[in-house]
């Protein structure tokens, strides 16, 4: 015992001479003397309050002083003993480790009556920060009461009894998200579930209509309705998200429909810039679940990566601001045709949608930023971070490709001028930039395609911040990409790889493909 409300409590600690059960029940029962003066019929239903306090891993070691000068701001913060007030609730606070503490308190009064500790976990939480700054510890980020709520001990310990890597809460969480984005009907989310292994047990309204939903795993015996794993997958807002969902036109062509997710997405960070805030959150919405669908489409040597952007982004997904989601409808549309045509075997294009949903995640964490919502952009940030490794790990081959395919000398020169003329602030970084040739081989693929190569230049550099990317060339390279791809096209052919630049330059040009718009992509400063 480090603190208690009068310094005089029994302490039970054990290298007391006496056993520590005889000093347990004289402090319990000092603590329970305003309660049991009450009498049975007068006890409020909850008489006991408990908080645990806990520095992170990182934070030095804080001295019993120091841990009880914070016991007393968290109670005082909480008003479960005001400053100054002899006649405030009894408390304990107890040290079990070299990190944590354990504040128990009875919830009656010396005076008789109940304390005034309404909203006590927010008014805990915030007197934390201060905590915080004051002692020099690491600082959380403060939330706005709309993550998902954690795992409970017991639930973390069962996990981790039965062998298992994320707790039952956790697990139906993450199927539940997906199959929100695999479904764009009631019907759909319901067949959806079972098909993921999960149990569904509808809860009916007196009418005989379904008014809410709860799931389970086979062999556990808890169930969670859909609020309880998160704000954002009770039956109501799911409902609402199937609502503003216009249905897809279903299976197509893997290639079409995984390029047209690459240039969807790019547009992405655009409309996080241009949209109002109920557009933008609704973007990051149907971001999330496009994550959830390409990490779970992708190939094994990029899954844990994207798996683990999608746990961390999950977080992003949601604030206060409550999101119009038929303003995202084209990327929730994307998202549905990826699921219905499977993962793509195109390394290639893999890559391309790997950076743009790396860029449109960075792009997400800025908007969440200049909104003052530090948790959802932290959780942002974190996800980026794991998608550009995965896009790293997954381009690497891709643009070792492109160079090979690089064009012959007086071509490659006649593109370098083109850089100058239209990038003169950054032509030599992007000449000299290792993924330079690869660059070249799709400025010479696009012309061929009858694109401008100036033209597809500016185009592709109005959305990034090329003075501050680790890769200008790469930033230019998959927005070119992007732009002048033929939709038509799978993989690329080793014919296509050796053609010469002669070849190219008398080849009878296609048609060029349609403009997307000024699709945006400001997220090349971590990369």
Known sequence: MIASWNGLAPDPAPERKRGPRDTIAKLAAQLDLPVNALGPENRPPTTVWHCSVRAAPEDRILSDAEWAA????????????????????????????????????????????????????????????????????????????????????????????????????????????????????????????????????PRRLPSGDVGGYSVTLPGETAWFSGSTLASDLSLPKIRQRFASIEPGA?????AVAWHRAARTTEAVPHALRTSDDQAGQAHIAALGELLDITAALSPLPYRQQLRAATEVFERANRSRIKPH?????????????????????????????????????????????????QQQAEAAWQAGTHLNAAYQQAAAQPLADLAHGTPVTHTLTRYQHAVRTVLPDHAESITADPAWPALATVLADAEQ?????????????????????????????????????KNTVGERTTAART?????????????????????????TRRR
């Open 499 to 523: 053609k010469t630049t002669t070849a190219r330059a008398t080849a009878t040009p296609t048609a060029p493909a349609p403009a997307t718009g000024p699709a945006a992509n400001d997220s």
């Open 70 to 201: 914070i016991t007393r701001r968290i109670l005082r913060a909480t008003g479960i003993a005001p400053e100054g007030d002899t006649k405030a609730c009894r408390w304990v606070a107890v040290r079990h480790n070299a990190d944590h503490i354990h504040i128990v308190a009875t919830l009656v009064r010396q005076d008789g009556r109940t304390p005034k500790n309404g909203r006590d976990f927010t008014r805990a939480q915030r007197e934390a920060r201060k905590i915080e700054v004051d002692y020099g510890l690491r600082r959380v980020r403060p939330g706005d009461g709309t993550a998902a709520k954690r795992p409970t001990q017991a639930e973390q310990h069962r996990a981790k009894r039965l062998g298992h890597p994320a707790t039952a809460r956790e697990q139906l969480r993450t199927k539940v998200r997906l199959a929100v984005a695999a479904s764009s009907s009631e019907e759909q989310f319901f067949l959806a579930l079972e098909e993921f292994g999960v149990q569904v047990k």
């Open 449 to 485: 395609a009858g694109h401008d190569i100036g033209e597809a230049l500016d185009q592709a550099a109005q959305p990034h911040d090329l003075a501050g990317a680790n890769s200008p060339a790469q930033n230019l390279l998959w927005s070119v990409r992007a732009r002048t791809r």
């Open 250 to 254: 279903g299976a197509g062509d893997q």
């Open 325 to 373: 989601h038929r303003k995202a409808g084209a990327l929730h549309r994307v998202t549905r045709e990826l699921l219905f045509t499977g993962g793509t075997k195109d390394g290639e294009i893999l890559a391309l949608v790997l950076f743009m949903v790396a860029a449109a995640v960075i792009a997400a964490a800025q908007w969440h930023a200049r909104r003052g919502h």
